[in-house]
């Protein structure tokens, strides 16, 4: 297997355009105390919460591309889904409104946890997104089948308000194992070169 350089690295990121949403490199910062506590390790991390994006977050580095695809294939809403506090969601309510598209956000409550306006939840609200809170199984993930055909009916819905969207499945990532464009690898390649820099 060829090694590439990191020069040819950001160059084949560079296939691949990009919003500029996020305030990098983000700094790489050495923890002292637990670096002490584990007798001599030396630990880093990357502070991906400095990113600038609605409280940071390593999200943020996928929306760049998500973000850029959106607008490329003329989609004037966006939907996602996560739980009911995600800072995915959050992040993707941010980014879309800064370039004015409509955030639609579908948050499962699988926890007992109140739907009153804080944390993330007030958030989504105050950046103005069509939040749609489901009901799900206690302290069980939701089953893909059953969000997919939520997500559906909810694109749909969309389409009847007058909006071209763009689904964005769950944290960026893609659904079903595509590679066809898998944007959220590209933006941690990135963020692997900005370690190696």
Not at 9 to 37: G, R
Not at 175 to 180: L, P, T
Request: with cysteine; hydrophobic share 45%.
């Amino acid at each position: 297997m060829a090694a590439f350089s990191i020069s040819e690295i950001k160059k084949k990121i560079e296939d691949f355009p990009k919003k500029n949403l996020i305030h990098l490199p983000t700094p790489l910062q050495k923890l002292e105390n637990l670096s002490q506590e584990l007798g001599g390790p030396e630990i880093y991390i990357k502070r991906d919460d400095m990113t600038g994006l609605a409280f940071g977050g390593n999200k943020s580095r996928k929306l760049e591309f998500i973000i850029q695809d959106v607008l490329s294939k003329k989609a004037d809403a966006i939907i996602t889904w996560a739980s009911l506090q995600s800072n995915w969601c959050l992040q993707t309510a941010a980014a879309a409104r800064k370039f004015g598209i409509k955030p639609v956000l579908l948050l499962f409550k699988t926890y007992d946890l109140p739907e009153e306006y804080d944390g993330n939840l007030l958030l989504d609200y105050i950046l103005d997104a069509d939040v749609i809170i489901k009901e799900a199984e206690k302290g069980k993930v939701v089953r893909m089948e059953d969000i997919l055909e939520i997500v559906e009916a909810v694109e749909n819905e969309v389409k009847e308000w007058g909006h071209t969207p763009y689904v964005a499945p769950i944290g960026g990532s893609m659904v079903g194992g595509s590679m066809e464009k898998p944007l959220g690898a590209i933006s941690y390649v990135n963020a692997f070169v900005e370690l190696l820099e």
